[in-house]
């Protein structure tokens, strides 16, 4: 499939009474990338993973360990997540005072940097960070409601990620979008086409409970390759 897509399955979706079990069975379907958030509980009312889980999961696996911090006190779990070694680290430009700081904070530490926004949260906010990200990833449900099935993606969603995609070719950069919540195998085609590379793989694609995770993968990579076809007609 088209190297452009990263599929990253969200581990918070997974079997957590069975982690090793659910990682093994991510690997054997070929993926490469986790996308482990790391919520507060302040941020948002939910902790689905703890520091030191994330730290025994770096014990048994190699793959990408793709970080979604959604904390009040970003600092301390950028730190947590450099002292364990992770391949990315996103934290939220909601809750961070020191932006500039985080951001080279994790640079130095040869780790991919992203910066997340909630759904509402303008892209302006990225206009004098945006050439140092490697990734935006751009929140489609209200953060650390993923467990409350009313959780619905926002409406503007594709145009969120069309405009967010205008705006990174306009300033000639080669960012990466990452689209997270309610990213479902109806919505992928979509998302897709209008820029997202880096799909969170959670509860409505994945690990939609109806199909096995290989089949579910099956499916996202025909609406994947749906996707970037309409794209590349779009562009001529
Ligand atoms: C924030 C989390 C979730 C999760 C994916 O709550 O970031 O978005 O990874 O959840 P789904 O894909 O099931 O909405
Ligand atoms: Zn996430």
């Excluded at 364990?84 to 530490?109: A, P, W």
């Excluded at 799909?199 to 409970?209: N, R």
């Excluded at 995770?213 to 994947?224: F, G, H």
Aim: charged residues 25%; negative net charge.
């Amino acid at each position: 499939m088209q190297e452009r897509i990263t599929i990253a399955p969200s581990i918070m979706c997974a079997d957590l009474c069975n982690l090793e079990k659910s990682v093994k069975e991510i690997e054997n379907a070929g993926l490469d990338t986790l996308h482990i958030d790391i919520i507060d509980g302040s941020f948002s009312p939910s902790m689905p993973l703890g520091i030191s889980t994330i730290e025994q999961l770096r014990k048994i696996t190699d793959m990408n360990f793709d970080v979604h911090i959604m904390s009040n006190d970003n600092e301390f779990f950028i730190q947590e997540m450099l002292r364990i070694g992770v391949e990315q680290i996103t934290f939220h430009l909601e809750t961070s005072s020191h932006i500039d700081r985080y951001i080279n904070l994790i640079k130095k530490h040869d780790t991919k940097v992203g910066v997340a926004l909630n759904p509402a949260t303008p892209l302006s906010v990225l206009d004098y960070v945006l050439p140092q990200c490697d990734t935006v990833l751009l929140m489609l449900i209200n953060p650390g409601f993923a467990t409350d099935k009313g959780e619905k993606q926002v409406s503007y969603a594709t145009k969120k990620v069309n405009d967010l995609s205008k705006l990174i070719k306009s300033k000639g950069l080669d960012t990466r979008i990452e689209v997270d919540g309610r990213v479902s195998l109806d919505t992928i085609e979509e998302l897709v086409s209008a820029g997202a590379d880096i799909l969170v793989a959670g509860s409505t694609s994945l690990f939609k409970s109806n199909n096995s995770l290989a089949d579910n993968k099956e499916i996202m990579e025909e609406s994947i390759l749906k996707g970037l076809n309409k794209e590349a007609a779009f562009n001529g």
